[in-house]
């Protein structure tokens, strides 16, 4: 663990993209040695603040290049921040980008700002990209204008989401929850989030449409405990990890930080306050803590392994390590169905 | 009318409407593998079907039947070429009261069946050469053989082999040759990566594996309870039930496999369930009773999932998986009389022993054991020999640039689906379009 904590010092003493290329890279081998579930909290953790140093670094350095390229009008106020399971402070080793920049400047500058978050967007996100993480396939990045605007507008957008509540929108609204400060004004996006969360909160048929979505996708687990393993393609008789326990738990969670107007930032955060409002049976809660170490575990540990990070061979799990990534599914399963229980009472108006 | 007449013509009459029934099938069969398979094949699929009956049709009609049905010995007949009938040239069929032109075109209904069968196995890259010449080989050399075994006064029905429809006769043996086949041919361009992982060649359209399958249900009550030949005891609606709810049993019991294994309650899993069922119990409709049937019914439609699942991990290219629904279905199903035979219904049918369930012991299971392996073993190094001189002379499988342009197109001349596909439509449907 102290390796990663004396990686994080090197990444602060960094001065080019290079040098952080080689510590993301570094990364890998440093956790490879220390890896254990029971140590899978504080690890994680130390992981997190490790991307965060190297996110941070990498904007610091984008933001050098925007001024010194002289390129719109910096806004009084702006803030790099994460989604996706950097967001939620719990990222494996390779994750690939979710980020986006929210600013704050007068209605008249709003032009000129943008063109100098484009500028610091574009930068960043090849910097981050040159660093060792992939751009995001689903375009969850600063360079995509849904996730890079103006408070003012991303407040619209929002309240857009909120009032179709289309597919789309729910899918987009649960990214947007995951939203985390990394550089810059913090406030920003704290705040955001913690209007975004509130609204959504008062909102019974968005809660109701969310709740619909977030029951898919099922556990791939067979009413014998028999693991649905990929069947065709070049991942058949892998399985799907990230599918496997880890995304039900995350967005059951997310649902559930709505219905009680949440918004902490990471899933231990979002754990610990339904757990104190009292929005899951205490027993489940501690099932639910317990499973989600354990898809962390997984997750991390074979993504240290394979370039494929997501699959993994069934047979290359041994009969301990299948016992205990079936136990977290069935939790999984468990809290889905908690989740169905509750929208099913809720009435379609 | 005398009885003995008003008993003639009806036995006619329902033998007539069962040939018509299981001669149906091809039209289901024709549907079922075309929706199964890719769009760029589907003229091929389908309108083998017809070339495929033809060509039985004759070869049956001057070789086939014969040897099946002819006297002879415990192995061939030896009687009866182009229907030729003398003095007990065909006394093994002499329990049924028709004319024996519909006896033989109810037996071609059969031979064509079991030769639709076979063809799964060469789906989607077979020559069309292949067809005449193997079509043509097997309704002579394979499929009578077999039959003239178990029906035809062989050693088989001697031995006291219940199988009173032909999943062996008629299943089994055709799903070996599709076996042979698939892999003499090798699997289809694109099935397998280089690491051996199986991809997903879906079938083009679902819809006509659905309404193919249900044709085939339908004319299974054609091949089934047509079998008796006779309605003068009302022995074919038994027949008839114990078919229809194998088939049920099937479909239910595949769906819900498919949904336990690999977590989709997939719909061509549950037609494949219905007609492996459907398979199982055309040797045992009429020896078991309505509960076994049950059982029969949803064990093939289960297991034969999993065989699917499993030939495909083992690297075979069964198109539309014509070895587990009619090759272990048919095994399940001979072997299940082994177990389930009911001593009323073997009484009634006069054939075999009641199985081990009812304390008839190992003996009709053993008769049946050596049934499935006997026939499998002849039809397995039959076919193969057959098809591996083909391979090794005129060759089995199109090029790989006729291959990937479709059979449709390079053994035909012509699109099944062209405002899909012949780039001379898809065009001129755009400009009408603009």
Known sequence: MESLYELIQQIDQAKTV???????????????NVIERDEIAS?????????????????????????????????????????????????????????????????????ECYAFIRHLAKVGTSFLHDIGYPYCTGNVMATN????????????????????????????????????PIYGASELVQDCKKSLVGQMSRHPLLLKRMGEHVIFPRVPLGWFGNFHIERWGRYSGCLHLKHSGYVQLVNSL?????????????????LEHIRDQSLLPASLAQKVHEAFLTCVYFRLKYSLESADRDYVPLHVLDPHERALLKKAMKVAQMLQRTVMRQVRGWRDE | MSPKEISLALDSLWVMISAVLVIGM???????????????NSGHV?????????????????????????????FIGTEGWFLKEGKGTFDSLSWANVPLSLKFLFQLGFAGVSLAIAWGGFAERAKLSVYFIFGTIF??????????????????????????????????????????????????????????????????????????????????????????????????????????????????????????????????AMVNGVLAALVAITAACAFVEPWAAVVIGAVAGSFTFWTSVYFERKGIDDPIYAFSVHGIAGAIGTISTGFFASPRLVEITGIGKAGLVYGGGFHQLIVQTV??????????????????????????????????????????????????????FVNHSKTVVQ
């Open chain 2, 139 to 268: 309704t002579i050399a394979i499929y009578p053989v077999i039959g003239h075994w178990v029906w035809g006064g062989g050693w088989l029905g001697t031995m006291g082999m219940q199988d009173f429809a032909g999943s062996t006769v008629v299943h089994l043996q055709g799903a070996i040759a599709a076996l042979v086949a698939t892999i003499l041919l090798g699997p289809r361009i694109g099935k397998f990566n280089k690491d051996k992982t199986p991809n997903v060649i879906p079938g083009h359209n679902q819809v006509y594996t659905v309404i193919g399958g249900f044709i085939l249900w339908v004319g299974w009550f054609g091949f089934n309870a047509g079998s008796t030949m006779a309605v003068g005891d009302g022995f074919f609606g038994y027949v008839a039930l114990t078919t229809n709810l194998a088939a049920a049993a099937g479909a239910i019991a595949a769906i819900i496999t498919a949904k336990i294994m690999v977590g989709k309650a997939d719909i061509p």
């Open chain 2, 371 to 424: 049934g499935v392996l006997g026939a499998a073993a002849y039809v397995a190094v039959v076919s193969f020999v057959i098809l591996f001189a083909l391979k090794k002379t005129i060759g089995l499988r199109v090029t790989a640039e006729q291959e990937i342009s479709g059979l449709d197109i390079s053994e035909h001349g012509s699109y099944g689906y062209p405002e899909q596909l012949d780039p001379a």
């Open chain 1, 18 to 32: 290079n040098e952080l290329n080689v510590y993301h890279r570094e990364l890998a081998y440093r956790l490879r």
């Open chain 1, 43 to 111: 690890l994680s953790h130390a992981l997190s603040d490790v991307h965060d140093t190297l996110v941070k670094k990498a904007v610091m350095l984008a933001e050098g290049e925007t001024i010194q390229a002289a390129v719109g009008t910096p806004p009084e106020k702006w803030c790099w921040y994460v989604m996706g399971s950097m967001g939620r402070g719990e990222p494996t080793v390779w994750t690939d980008q979710d980020n986006g920049i929210l600013f704050e400047c007068p209605p008249e500058q709003e032009e």
């Open chain 2, 46 to 74: 389908a309108g083998k079907q017809i070339l495929s009956f033809a060509i039985a049709s004759l070869a049956f009609w001057a070789f086939g039947f014969a040897i099946t049905f002819g006297a002879g010995n415990s």
């Open chain 2, 26 to 40: 091809q039209a289901g069969f024709a549907l079922l593998e075309a929706g199964s398979t890719r769009m760029k």
């Open chain 1, 254 to 270: 997310k649902f559930l930080s709505c219905v009680g107007n949440i918004s902490a930032m990471t899933t231990w955060e979002r």
């Open chain 1, 145 to 180: 204008r849904r996730w890079s605007q103006s408070v003012r507008a991303w407040e619209q957008q929002m309240a857009m989401y909120i009032d179709h509540h289309f597919p789309d929108d729910i899918r987009f609204l649960l990214i947007a929850m995951d939203m985390r």
